[in-house]
């Protein structure tokens, strides 16, 4: 039997993620589905409209300019998982002694009679749960600008140069990434964060060949960090039976050790260089609304909302 805090300072960040890259964490998808609360982490979808203006007055100084973003802490998002039916595990499924075994593995959270009476007599109110799942994961489909979409669609004084969305939290300043997203040979760097108001900072540009990592572990973290300050402080004298297989090592990685990555070839990074035309700005917004962001060349459309709507 291990308490939250126990299970707290055992999942140190490093710890964490080479165990994902390993096993499914099955405490993880427990806590997600019914113990993580989003007490002040706000989430938002983002849908972005990327286009071009056709129709350029000639008194416009379009001349090119140099882009670096090296210094910039970036990321790329994430391909959307596809389902796949794993007809296998169906078929193993009608298998009695397998049947029985899964059961048998299968770990629960118990609360104890006087709890479970508690929260009966005493009702709380559901807060959101954080779907870290989907975070930072690309989507190609769009709600609040669709409309619109199809519009510059039409229209032949523009032509529609990329869509896409995706779901985040809220971070702050200092804590949040541009979100770098790359389509022909132009690009986009773009993220939303919190101080005192909620923020749009971004640095849109054509005809540039710049590259980016994709940094998917700083995603990792991101979501680490949610899962870890979610977890209620007044829950920590509850007791959840976990399998030592899932949470105990025979030595857990010291926090100082570095995660062994398997090398893989990667695209060489530019970061700096000649683009045609660059648009860049960092905008106070508000949420459940769209935000146009203007060039004589292009035109950036951002919407912005509660997941929750």
């Known amino acids: 039997m291990y308490l939250i805090k126990q299970i707290k300072e055992r999942l140190s960040p490093p710890f964490f993620i080479s165990f994902l890259n390993k096993t499914t964490v099955l405490l993880f998808s427990i806590l997600s589905a019914g113990y993580l609360s989003g007490e002040e982490l706000k989430e938002y979808y983002v849908e972005v409209v990327v286009f071009e203006q056709l129709e350029v007055s000639q008194d416009e100084d379009l001349s090119p300019a140099a882009l670096d ?14 389902s796949e039916i794993n ?3 169906i078929e193993r499924s009608f298998d009695v002694e397998v049947a029985e075994e899964l059961i048998q593995n299968l770990d629960s959270i118990e609360l104890t ?5 508690q929260l009966q007599a005493e009702p709380e109110k559901k807060k959101p749960l954080l779907t870290t799942d989907k975070w930072f994961e690309k989507n190609d489909q769009l709600k609040e600008l669709n409309n619109i979409y199809r519009r510059l669609d039409r229209r032949k004084e523009y032509k529609v140069l990329h869509k896409f969305s995706w779901m985040q939290p809220a971070l702050a300043d200092k804590e949040t990434p541009f979100i770098h997203e790359k389509f022909d040979v132009h690009g986009l760097l773009i993220r939303l964060y919190q101080s005192r108001y909620l923020h749009l900072d971004l640095i849109g540009y054509m005809n540039g060949a710049l590259e980016s990592s994709k940094n998917i572990e700083q995603i990792e973290s991101i979501k680490f960090s949610a899962l ?13 039976p976990v399998s030592s297989q899932i949470l105990y090592m025979e030595e857990l990685p010291k926090l100082e050790d570095e995660l062994i990555i398997e090398s893989k070839p990667m695209a060489p990074m530019i970061t700096e260089g000649m683009v045609e035309y660059v648009l860049r700005e960092d905008r106070r917004i508000f949420k459940n609304e769209s935000h146009y962001f203007d060039h004589p060349k292009m035109g950036i459309i951002v919407s912005v909302y509660d997941s929750s709507l």
Do not use: C, M, R
Request: glycine share 6%; proline share 3%.
């Open 228 to 240: 870890q300050d979610s977890i209620p402080g007044d829950v920590d004298s509850i007791k959840i």
């Open 69 to 82: 973003f090296g210094a910039l802490n970036l990321i790329t998002l994430l391909e959307k998982q596809s």
């Open 113 to 117: 009679l006087e709890q479970n009476t």
């Open 87 to 89: 007809t296998d595990a």
